[in-house]
């Protein structure tokens, strides 16, 4: 069941980016409640996960209808509930996503290469998928609740397991960040505040809608596509400068004066007000670093290693007091696991401890082949806020993996348990569902072995 679970988030994380192939016939092989999941669906799905060399244990057409098939329950309730997604964080997933994806294949331009597609019919296309997975994740966290396990709980968890079957706990590592943003040009910043400005006067004297060039010129392309908004969204979904200037907005024909935050440049016009909650249009335009900045960058921070590598001052010193990175600076540079995409939950979110795979991929090159205390060449990165920057990195400390004890691996055997209770809560969830919900199978997927009972229901 916990291989469901987890498995369902990542069917969707790239779902749809491929056309069924011509000599397929189409028809419905599933019904859950009024969604039809076609055959179409399934085939398009099995190509992805094919292309991305995504491994599955079982018959894809067996396997994949099922999961499309809870994560549809899961949808369904989702909007008996209005869980909704919003499209800020959308639109940071996504990003997310494709700055993942380029650094596994190179650069961007490989990218649409390997997929076929120039980049922005790619955000069009994972745009929903990522939403569905976020509606998905936010549901089981609303069904879970909050977790509450007691030290007894985690000793008989630890207790029943026999000593030869305990479980491994992986590698892991602390690494400690600092990272500098390049110089943006005066230049740059003068002429993307000029197009704003020729934006406004454009809207202001009524020659074009704000909406219009939305869909033009803002490089926040999942809102471009509506016209640049962002849907009804509480005060605390926005970055402060963002919020500050939206929510003072009164003039639904006004536009806000240019906003700068950590993204970039906007300006802001107010669709409606409801309650605690706002809907506004936006423009966003992003400074350009030129090669020779990033080169002047970093030269800078390789200067700033090699004083800490002849002990000049310590790197601890160093991230707080030079690094641009807001999120680790006051911790001196001790980056912090906020989970794994596509999962619910981590036992480790929240600590400083990372699987070297949880960490971000340009990071876990740096750190890789280096010994405890080491300072890593520079690199290049892609942050959380899409900026990119030049780092350098600390491996601060490696516990190798080893069979879980219960004196030094309490917290991962208390995430365990905490786990293993959420997967009996969703699985008493999904079996009331299955119950309360019409499904119908078609024959020839009626012989599949599958993973949760309940869907053929004589």
Request: proline content about 3%; aromatic content about 8%.
């Amino acid at each position: 069941m916990k291989q469901i679970f987890s498995l369902i988030l990542c069917l969707t994380a790239f779902a749809g980016f491929m056309q069924a192939q011509d000599n397929v016939i189409d028809e419905v092989i599933w019904l859950v409640g009024d969604d039809a999941i076609l055959r179409s669906d399934v085939e398009n799905m099995r190509l992805q996960m094919q292309v991305e060399k995504q491994r599955m244990e079982g018959d894809p057409y067996c396997v994949i209808p099922e999961q499309m098939a809870i994560q549809k329950l899961y949808l369904h309730q989702a909007k008996l509930d209005s869980i909704d997604a919003p499209e800020s964080q959308v639109f940071s997933e996504v990003e997310g996503r494709i700055n993942y994806a380029v650094s596994q294949v190179g650069s961007r331009e490989k990218l649409e290469e390997y997929i076929g597609k120039p980049l922005n019919a790619i955000r069009e296309e994972w745009r929903q998928s990522v939403k569905d997975q976020l509606l998905v994740r936010e549901m089981q966290k609303k069904l879970v609740g909050n977790i509450k396990v007691t030290p007894s709980e985690v000793r008989t968890f630890y207790n029943r397991i026999p000593q030869d079957s305990l479980p491994m706990i992986p590698t892991t590592v602390e690494v400690q960040i600092i990272t500098l943003e390049p110089k943006i040009a005066l230049e740059e910043t003068d002429d993307i505040k000029r197009r704003l400005r020729e934006y406004t006067e454009q809207i202001t004297s009524g020659q074009r809608e704000f909406s219009t060039l939305a869909r033009l010129y803002s490089e926040d392309t999942e809102s471009a596509k509506n016209g640049g908004e962002l849907g009804l969204q509480g005060k605390a979904t926005f970055v402060a400068e963002f919020a500050t200037v939206a929510f003072e907005l009164n003039d639904p024909k006004r536009v806000s004066r240019i906003v700068e935050t950590e993204y970039g440049y906007h300006i802001i016009q107010l669709v409606e007000k409801r309650g605690d909650r706002i809907n506004v249009r936006h423009i966003l335009l992003k400074p350009k670093v030129t090669k020779e900045e990033l080169a002047d960058a970093t030269l800078h921070i390789d200067t700033i290693r090699t004083d800490i590598v002849n002990k000049k001052f310590t790197f601890e010193e160093a991230a707080t007091y030079m690094s641009f990175d807001k999120d680790t600076r006051n911790n001196k540079g001790l980056m912090v696991n906020q989970g794994e995409p596509g999962r619910m939950s981590s036992e480790r979110t929240g600590t400083s401890r990372f699987e070297m795979e949880e960490l971000p991929a340009e990071v876990a090159k740096a750190v890789y082949g280096l010994s405890v205390g080491d300072v890593s060449q520079p690199f290049t990165w892609i942050n959380s806020k899409q900026k990119e920057v030049v780092a350098i990195a600390k491996l601060k400390s490696r516990i190798e993996g080893h069979k879980a004890s219960l004196t030094e691996d309490y917290q991962a055997l208390k995430g365990m348990v905490e786990q293993e209770k959420r997967e009996q809560i969703l699985e008493r969830w999904l079996a009331k569902k299955q119950q309360d919900t019409y499904i119908r199978v078609n024959e020839n997927w009626k012989n599949c072995d599958f993973q949760t009972k309940g869907w053929l229901i004589e």
